[in-house]
């Protein structure tokens, strides 16, 4: 591949800067579970803890032409990122280029390959990382290729020009910015109170009674769930319980959490596979605050562990999206919800996805108009999805079908081979729960979508409508 320059990428905020500068990095492995360079590539030389802005720089196994051209171009604060597409024989990092890096000020080089030099390397107190040393090195070949910040693979990440980059004794982690600025004001937080939780330690409290735990395990059965019908003979139908109803519209719409347990245990019990609810504030709004969906998602557990519960990213749900990552970073690590939904019609959906997978939960991405596919297919996460949901708006069934078809086209023509699913809302959703049947797409439920059954009449609660569905599915 020719070489290609990318753009310089833009600074790090300074203020971020300076919170990184104060957090323990294991602090962030307790909320994401992306972006942590495979323990193979381990801190070589130098002793200060790395904190910077990604360069990223692409060469080939034997030149390393690229990288010194690149190397004279550096800003202080910049860590370079190196990707040597695989090669561990050749050392592209020595003490030239060390002391190229370290006179102009780079916080640190990582090199998914080898080094050499470390004797002298370590005279410039540059931070240097790599999986070993060799006396085997690149030549200055003049071969075209390789590239200049553009994305890399390094440690089994994919880093981008301008991530942020961060490592110590213990490892490495790149994270674009959006991602570490929601979390770090919790990150900082969880370090501040650690010291009084190991004094408590140390006046003879136990752990799993200071983080939860041993509730937990005492809340443990020894039942075994039945096993479920083969995946392959039956369609996924998701029980949305509750959405933004009120008790006006319905008085079983269930909004306390323990009203959404016994909600999801019931539609599991008549054949949903999956449960998404929304968390209700006793005013009968919708919210993602942390302690919030903490507390729904540890109800819906102590009904039943073996629920798969989520739930939604929706703007509605807080001030807009800046807050809305600052909750999704911030949602206890151990009441996460199993799976939460990003809205394609939504600002920044984007990053709210890149986030949900970082922190760990499963990721299911919604458009509800064809003109929002295109961003979708342009997002990071498309093929990390684990459904993609179908919500024509349209008010019409027929051309609420239509459209869900349209959109399930264009995905499919684009070459994601990810499960679809379809759903309405009231006049619309029996017709498209149907039409996702005869599709081979998966289907929704509850209340959040209908409040009548197929024939019109008033469906009782959750579990009616899972039943309904199960059956027309049988009927195929």
Same mark, same amino acid.
């Given at each position: 591949?020719?070489?290609?320059?990318?753009?310089?990428?833009?600074?790090?905020?300074?203020?971020?800067?300076?919170?990184?500068?104060?957090?323990?990095?294991?602090?962030?492995?307790?909320?994401?579970?992306?972006?942590?360079?495979?323990?193979?590539?381990?801190?070589?030389?130098?002793?200060?803890?790395?904190?910077?802005?990604?360069?990223?720089?692409?060469?080939?196994?034997? +030149?390393?032409?690229v990288?010194?051209?690149a190397?004279?171009?550096?800003?202080?604060?910049?860590v370079?990122?190196?990707?040597?597409?695989?090669?561990?024989?050749?050392?592209?990092?020595?003490?030239?280029?060390?002391?190229?890096?370290?006179?102009?000020?780079?916080?640190?080089?990582?090199?998914?390959?080898?080094?050499?030099?470390?004797?002298?390397?370590?005279?410039?107190?540059?931070?240097?990382?790599?999986?070993?040393?060799?006396?085997?090195?690149?030549?200055?070949?003049?071969?075209d290729?390789?590239?200049?910040?553009?994305?890399?693979?390094?440690?089994?990440?994919?880093v981008?020009?301008?991530?942020?980059?961060?490592?110590?004794?213990?490892?490495?982690?790149?994270?674009?910015?959006?991602?570490?600025?929601?979390?770090?004001?919790t990150?900082?937080?969880?370090?501040?109170?650690?010291?009084?939780?190991v004094? %408590?330690?140390?006046q003879?409290?136990?752990?799993?009674?200071?983080?939860?735990?041993?509730?937990?395990?005492?809340?443990?059965?020894?039942?075994?769930?039945?096993?479920?019908?083969?995946?392959?003979?039956?369609?996924?139908?998701?029980?949305?319980?509750?959405?933004?109803?009120?008790?006006?519209?319905?008085?079983?719409?269930?909004?306390?959490?323990?009203?959404?347990?016994?909600?999801?245990r019931?539609?599991?019990?008549?054949g949903?596979?999956?449960?998404?609810?929304h968390?209700?504030?006793?005013?009968?709004?919708?919210?993602?605050?942390p302690?919030?969906?903490?507390?729904?998602?540890?109800?819906?557990k102590?009904?039943?562990?073996?629920?798969?519960?989520?739930t939604?990213?929706?703007?509605?749900?807080?001030?807009?999206?800046?807050?809305?990552?600052?909750?999704?970073?911030?949602?206890?690590?151990? =009441?996460?919800?199993?799976?939460?939904?990003?809205?394609?019609? %939504?600002e920044?959906?984007?990053?709210?996805?890149?986030?949900?997978?970082?922190?760990g939960?499963?990721?299911?991405?919604?458009?509800?108009h064809? +003109?929002?596919?295109?961003?979708?297919?342009?997002?990071p996460?498309?093929?990390?999805?684990v459904?993609?949901?179908?919500?024509? %708006?349209?008010?019409?069934?027929?051309?609420?079908? =239509?459209? =869900?078809?349209?959109?399930?086209?264009a995905?499919?023509?684009?070459?994601?081979?990810?499960?679809?699913?379809?759903?309405?809302?009231?006049?619309?959703?029996?017709?498209?729960?149907?039409?996702?049947?005869?599709?081979?797409?998966?289907v929704?439920v509850?209340?959040? +979508?209908?409040?009548?059954?197929?024939?019109?009449?008033?469906?009782?609660?959750?579990?009616?409508?899972?039943?309904l569905?199960?059956?027309?599915?049988?009927?195929r």
């Amino acid at each position: 591949m020719p070489f290609h320059a990318g753009p310089a990428p833009e600074p790090l905020d300074p203020e971020l800067l300076e919170k990184l500068s104060r957090v323990s990095f294991p602090t962030l492995g307790h909320y994401l579970e992306e972006g942590f360079a495979d323990f193979g590539i381990r801190r070589l030389a130098g002793t200060a803890r790395v904190v910077g802005r990604a360069v990223t720089v692409r060469i080939t196994a034997q +030149d390393s032409t690229v990288l010194h051209h690149a190397a004279g171009w550096c800003e202080p604060g910049d860590v370079f990122v190196i990707d040597t597409g695989g090669d561990t024989r050749h050392a592209p990092v020595g003490e030239v280029l060390a002391a190229t890096l370290a006179l102009r000020g780079a916080a640190g080089v990582i090199v998914d390959g080898v080094v050499t030099d470390l004797d002298e390397v370590e005279h410039f107190g540059l931070p240097v990382y790599a999986r070993g040393s060799s006396v085997l090195t690149t030549k200055l070949l003049s071969v075209d290729a390789g590239g200049v910040n553009v994305p890399v693979v390094c440690g089994g990440v994919t880093v981008s020009p301008g991530d942020v980059v961060l490592a110590d004794r213990n490892g490495v982690f790149f994270g674009t910015p959006s991602v570490v600025a929601a979390l770090i004001d919790t990150a900082l937080a969880d370090d501040a109170e650690e010291p009084d939780l190991v004094e %408590e330690l140390r006046q003879g409290a136990r752990l799993g009674e200071l983080t939860g735990a041993s509730d937990a395990v005492r809340g443990f059965t020894a039942t075994v769930p039945a096993a479920a019908t083969s995946a392959a003979a039956r369609t996924l139908v998701k029980a949305a319980v509750n959405g933004g109803r009120t008790r006006t519209e319905h008085p079983s719409i269930p909004l306390t959490d323990a009203e959404i347990a016994d909600a999801a245990r019931a539609s599991v019990a008549a054949g949903a596979d999956v449960v998404h609810a929304h968390v209700r504030t006793p005013d009968g709004g919708q919210t993602i605050a942390p302690d919030a969906v903490a507390a729904m998602v540890r109800a819906v557990k102590a009904a039943d562990p073996s629920i798969v519960v989520g739930t939604t990213t929706g703007l509605w749900t807080c001030s807009g999206h800046e807050e809305r990552m600052r909750h999704l970073a911030a949602w206890p690590a151990d =009441a996460l919800p199993d799976f939460a939904s990003v809205a394609f019609s %939504e600002e920044g959906a984007a990053e709210a996805a890149e986030l949900v997978l970082a922190r760990g939960m499963v990721l299911e991405s919604a458009v509800w108009h064809l +003109d929002e596919v295109p961003a979708l297919l342009a997002s990071p996460t498309l093929h990390r999805n684990v459904r993609i949901l179908i919500e024509p %708006e349209d008010e019409d069934p027929a051309e609420a079908v =239509a459209h =869900a078809r349209a959109i399930a086209a264009a995905v499919r023509a684009a070459g994601v081979t990810t499960p679809l699913l379809y759903h309405g809302y009231d006049a619309t959703a029996w017709p498209l729960v149907r039409a996702a049947l005869d599709d081979g797409a998966e289907v929704r439920v509850g209340f959040e +979508d209908m409040l009548t059954l197929d024939d019109g009449s008033f469906a009782p609660d959750n579990a009616a409508m899972v039943e309904l569905a199960r059956r027309l599915e049988q009927g195929r």
